[in-house]
């Protein structure tokens, strides 16, 4: 234990949540199918504020859309960013759009984040966790991969190494739609 938590300098809200991040990065593969959104579902639409301007889900119909959920405290979601920066540069020509949604309450700490961990796709913010509440996301990184017709294709809840190949393989399959 750090001394920082041990001197109670993190707090128990953002301890524990740091916790559960880290347990879903260690056994993603058990968390599959987290997300309340099945498969076959349209996706819940949205529109949110971005870095560059508003980010409106309906503006990338006709693209496979990877959506990321994610938190600037999530051990995780640091490790999945240069893989979708990866993914975004080796698939956007094909047609993929990488979208990572934040959901910090405080916009300043999305920002040091994105300052340590730069993000080569869409970053859109949502404080109030609306969105999220629409994918009934349970745990970050949560992702839902959306397909060209706006309907669901596939969830996933948390990343590690293990992850990228399968899903690689689904925005493969995707793409292929």
């Not at 094909?94 to 340590?116: H, S, Y």
């Not at 060209?148 to 190494?161: E, I, K, M, S, Y």
Request: hydrophobic content about 45%.
């Amino acid at each position: 234990m750090s001394a920082r938590v041990r001197s109670g300098l993190l707090p128990r809200r953002q301890l524990l949540a740091c916790a559960f991040c880290l347990s879903l990065g260690l056994s993603a593969g058990a968390a599959q199918a987290a997300s309340a959104v099945a498969a076959g579902s349209p996706a819940p639409g949205f529109e949110l504020p971005g870095v560059d301007g508003a980010v409106k889900l309906e503006s990338y119909r006709g693209k496979l859309v990877y959506l990321d959920f994610w938190a600037s405290w999530c051990g995780p979601c640091k490790r999945s960013f240069p893989w979708m920066t990866a993914l975004q540069q080796q698939y956007g020509g094909a047609g993929l759009q990488v979208i990572a949604v934040n959901l910090d309450a405080k916009r300043e700490d999305a920002n040091v984040f994105l300052n340590n961990v730069p993000a080569g796709f869409t970053v859109a913010f949502d404080a109030a966790g609306a969105t999220a509440q629409k994918y009934g996301i349970k745990g970050m990184p949560s992702s839902a991969l959306i397909g060209r017709d706006g309907r669901v294709l596939f969830t996933h809840t948390g990343f590690n190494d293990a992850d990228k190949a399968a899903l690689e393989a689904q925005v493969q399959a995707g793409l292929k739609q």
